[in-house]
């Protein structure tokens, strides 16, 4: 069943892999395994606030899309 605008997001953080930086407010951008609407969860990179319950804008990836990416910084050499 299509989610319609009006319902929430649902999303759950199944593991978080690390934090990548911290504001001076507290919020993090991190790289965690979530699952959005209860769909497998997929490698997500944005902010968070300290207690995860407001998200900034983020990137969500595919294994596939992980491996591309992991991939492409191993050739530029970073």
Do not use: C
Not at 2 to 23: C, H, M, Y
Not at 45 to 58: E, F, L, N, V, Y
């Amino acid at each position: 069943m299509a989610r319609k605008n009006t319902d929430p997001i649902q999303f759950k953080v199944e593991e978080t892999i690390g934090v990548l930086s911290t504001s001076a407010n507290g919020w993090q951008k991190e790289l965690n395994l979530v699952s959005w609407n209860d769909a497998p969860p997929k490698f997500d990179i944005r902010s968070w606030s300290p207690d995860h319950t407001k998200m900034g804008k983020g990137i969500t990836l595919t294994n596939e899309e992980m491996a591309a990416l992991k991939e492409t910084i191993q050739q530029a050499g970073l």
